[in-house]
């Protein structure tokens, strides 16, 4: 299980780096644009890690979900509200990609040229929300397979699980959150 | 469209109208019976298991026929005619008769298996087995040993126990199977020598007859043995004949162990019972009347609620809201002195799961298809909420769909002109489409409209909170720690919508508004902390509200998903399509546009439904709700 986790950090880590192929990056003229390479690597890097951040984190539940439907089958819904929680940190980065995508066509398309220090700030935008994605699924994760006991002592607490559980994704929003603020305001100082 | 308030009652007779008072409110199926510590009744409880039993191993030799021989619900009569015209005990008796005896059967299979297997490989012996197997001077022995030391043993032992006469009875997989007569006064001599060369005796059994006789034997045996299981079986699914008998003597038993446990929940003296229990208020009066015209020595009182009791929830809605019900239920009901959140949760809900779906087509699968099913099944909203929401979402989505022009991924070029129209600025688009997803301008109108819904559905749950604590009498605290957020949000509006000559008003009532939050947010605190408590209140509320603003975005997300979904599904149906000649590039097509879809709408059905939910339990609850109340569980006399 661990190697199987850090193997996937590992690429996940690495991957976005596909972002330095020559063709991300490149000018019609054919000379490498390093800031947009990196801006790319931005993007690529706010997706990819808090997915992954999901991807333990909902699969940890699982685990712990599965364990529970097993004595108790007739609390499939709250198990599965449960489990999904840890996959909105996948959306969070996804979110911030679709926004720099969407919004950076001029970018994107080449109309506007950025330098190495634009991109690499592009780079660092998606630094909160990845960071703080990745590492806030596993542990809400931890908390919810932990109210799955509670679950199956008095599935009335539902709710105060789901709270208890929405307190670790407090900080991957405030992350998402800066992420966003600092995407949009970058966006006005350079598009207009 | 609340959580209905319950009242505490304590129903007083005479000890005579017990029974008929038990008989009423069990079929009335109003009051739920707060339990006394009444002994369960031990001869229930094993009848009733007996019956579990038979009827759990009935189901596994009954047929189809049987298994879908009633249909719930039932009546009164039929329960109770099954369960004084049906021999329960004469087929449980027997069941345990039959059980019994395969038992035995069993055991005989097991020991002649066990007989065969170890006189297969002795059958070439001629000896019948009960012949006696020692002498006065000489003794009988059954044995193996490895073939490779055979040699070398019988050369040893010819040395050393010359009146010795062994026989090879067998060769098999490279052991022998021997026999060896040996003298007596050898015994100990022979052991010595043979267990070096890896000798293992043999004790077979003394029975009558050779050993191939007696394999033959046992293979009729056990033959005439899983005979006898299979007649049994057949006997079992003779009896299974008597499922649904047996299932509606089950619910007979049901009813008596609940009526068991009403009268331990008694408590009587002076020739009287009191039963005390939950009603819900507006039935108590019906309740009255109905008890005093069969039992008219019979008194409700009405009880006070005392201090940390917590009455049991039922939650009555409109009909069409009650599908929502199933999203209240996932979180869990609300205490009793809360409000019902379902009929406020209701229209977000089913906005949310539109937009995160924005497809019409998809819509449109999933009202066609849960309405077919609901029309089939022909159920009400209270019995399977959750179709019945599908359904509603199904039809909200393809309303929403047709503005974002979301029809299976397709796009307009790729229909016919006769679903299509062209803007002024020359764009094609389906007809009724207003926003354009697959441009900047469309994404920035679907970010825009969920923080906005949001922000709505964020500000709606604190005048929920407000008004819950107005409702019960904390008036000031509803309106400096919820209302001046409202009053906020207004000063924000007039701000930024305020006509130029208005400014500085506006800015000014901004001023205001802010300050009336600060010290708002203060409330409970002595007058000069309250600033600062207030500004830490503020702090707070400022985070909260952005974090949870923003978590709304997961809406823009979801319904991007979709349409990239559907199209890459599209994409993937036509490259495939032109591998292959037409005549296969066409059924090619169908099938994955068909699997494809389907996946798709399973998958982004499953996603909108949760995240949909997810905003109301967390973003939505935490500014007003609770929960964690105990359902209402009315004694009540089911009939399915």
């Excluded at chain 2, 000896?127 to 043993?153: A, N, Q, V």
């Excluded at chain 2, 000063?491 to 010290?519: C, G, K, M, R």
């Excluded at chain 2, 546009?593 to 949909?612: D, Q, R, Y």
Aim: charged share 15%.
């Amino acid at each position: 299980m661990r190697t199987s986790t850090s193997l996937a950090l590992t690429l996940g880590l690495l991957a976005p780096l596909t972002a330095f192929a020559q063709n991300a990056g490149t000018t019609m003229a054919g000379s490498i644009q390093w800031g947009l390479a990196f801006a790319f690597l931005g993007v690529a890097t706010a997706t990819f890690l808090s997915c992954i951040g999901s991807i333990i984190g909902v699969s940890l539940t699982g685990q712990a979900g599965a364990g529970l439907l097993t004595e108790k089958p007739e609390l499939a819904g709250k198990v599965i509200t449960l489990m999904v929680l840890p996959g909105s940190q996948g959306l969070y980065g996804m979110v911030i990609s679709l926004l720099f995508i969407f919004n950076y066509g001029a970018v994107i398309n080449g109309d506007v040229v950025i330098s190495l220090s634009q991109g690499i700030t592009l780079f660092v935008v998606s630094l909160p929300v990845a960071f703080t994605c990745l590492t806030s699924a596993p542990y809400q994760a931890k908390v919810c397979a932990a109210g799955m006991h509670m679950l199956a002592k008095d599935d009335k607490l539902a709710g105060r699980v789901i709270t208890m559980a929405a307190l670790v994704e407090t900080y991957a929003l405030l992350g998402f959150l800066i992420s966003f603020f600092m995407l949009n305001s970058f966006k006005a100082g350079l598009l207009g | 469209m609340a959580v209905l308030a319950m009242q505490k009652v304590a129903i007083l007779t005479h000890i005579s109208q017990r029974e008929q008072l038990i008989d009423i409110l069990h079929e009335e199926g109003v009051m739920e019976i707060i339990e006394g510590v009444g002994e369960p009744s031990v001869e229930v409880n094993f009848r009733k298991a007996e019956l579990d039993f038979a009827i759990t191993l009935l189901k596994k030799f009954a047929s189809q026929d049987a298994l879908h021989a009633l249909r719930p619900p039932f009546t009164v009569e039929q329960v109770t005619h099954a369960a004084f015209h049906t021999d329960v005990c004469g087929i449980i008796d027997r069941l345990h008769v039959l059980g019994e005896e395969d038992a035995q059967a069993e055991r005989e299979i097991q020991q002649q298996h066990h007989l065969r297997s170890l006189l297969q490989l002795w059958q070439s012996l001629s000896y019948s087995l009960d012949e006696p197997r020692e002498t006065e001077t000489t003794i009988l022995l059954f044995g193996m040993i490895p073939l490779k030391h055979i040699l070398s043993w019988r050369k040893d032992i010819d040395t050393h126990c010359p009146q010795s006469d062994i026989h090879i009875v067998h060769e098999y997989a490279g052991v022998a199977y021997v026999y060896v007569i040996i003298w007596k006064a050898d015994h100990a001599l022979f052991e010595e020598h043979t267990k070096k060369w890896g000798w293992t005796s043999v004790e077979l059994p003394q029975l009558p007859g050779n050993p191939r006789a007696l394999v033959q034997e046992t293979i009729l045996k056990e033959k005439l043995f899983l005979r006898k299981k299979e007649t049994h079986n057949e006997e079992r699914r003779q009896l299974a004949s008597e499922l649904p008998n047996l299932l509606l003597a089950q619910m007979y038993m049901r009813w008596i162990d609940e009526r068991h446990r009403a009268r331990s929940s008694l408590d009587e003296g002076w020739g009287s019972v009191v039963l005390t229990g939950w009603v819900p208020r507006s039935r108590v009066a019906f309740l009255e009347r109905t008890i005093q015209a069969s039992a008219p020595a019979t008194a409700i009182l009405r009880l006070p609620i005392v201090k940390d009791e917590e009455p049991p929830v039922l939650l009555k809605n409109p009909r069409w809201i009650t599908p929502f019900q199933s999203v209240t239920n996932l979180y869990g009901l609300p205490l009793s002195s809360e409000f019902d959140p379902t009929a406020m949760l209701a229209p977000f809900f089913a906005l949310y799961f539109a937009l995160c779906l924005t497809d019409a087509g998809y819509g449109l699968v999933l009202a066609l298809l849960f309405g077919g099913v609901l029309l089939k099944l022909r159920k009400s909203p209270e019995e399977i909420p959750l179709l019945w929401l599908l359904f509603l979402g199904g039809i909200v989505t393809f309303l929403i769909g047709i503005l974002f022009g979301g029809w299976f991924g397709l796009l307009p070029e790729q229909v016919p002109s006769v679903f299509t129209k062209q803007t002024i600025d020359g764009t094609v688009l389906f007809r009724g489409q207003i926003w354009n997803l697959g441009v900047e301008s469309g994404i920035t109108f679907l970010q825009n409209l969920s923080l906005v819904l949001g922000i709505t559905h964020l500000f709606f749950g604190i005048f929920l909170a407000g008004l819950h604590k107005w409702i019960h009498g904390k008036r000031a605290a509803a309106l400096w720690q919820d209302f001046t957020s409202h009053v906020l949000l207004g000063t924000v509006l007039f701000f930024v919508f305020a006509p130029e000559s208005l400014t500085d008003v506006a800015q000014y009532t901004l001023y205001a508004a802010i300050a009336l939050l600060v010290w708002g947010k203060g409330y409970g605190a002595v007058w000069y902390l309250r600033p600062f408590i207030g500004l830490l209140g503020v702090l707070n509320f400022a985070v909260s509200m952005l974090s949870n603003v923003l978590s709304y975005l997961r809406i823009l997300a979801l319904g991007l998903v979709t349409g990239a979904l559907a199209l890459a599904v599209n994409q993937l149906a036509i490259e495939l399509g032109k591998l292959f000649p037409l005549f296969i590039a066409i059924p090619v097509i169908v099938v994955i546009l068909l699997g494809g879809h389907l996946v798709s709408i399973a998958l982004n059905t499953l996603g909108s439904f949760i995240h949909s939910g997810r905003l109301q339990f967390i973003e939505f609850f935490s500014q007003f709700f609770e929960g964690g109340g105990r359902a209402f569980s009315p004694f009540r006399r089911t009939l399915h």
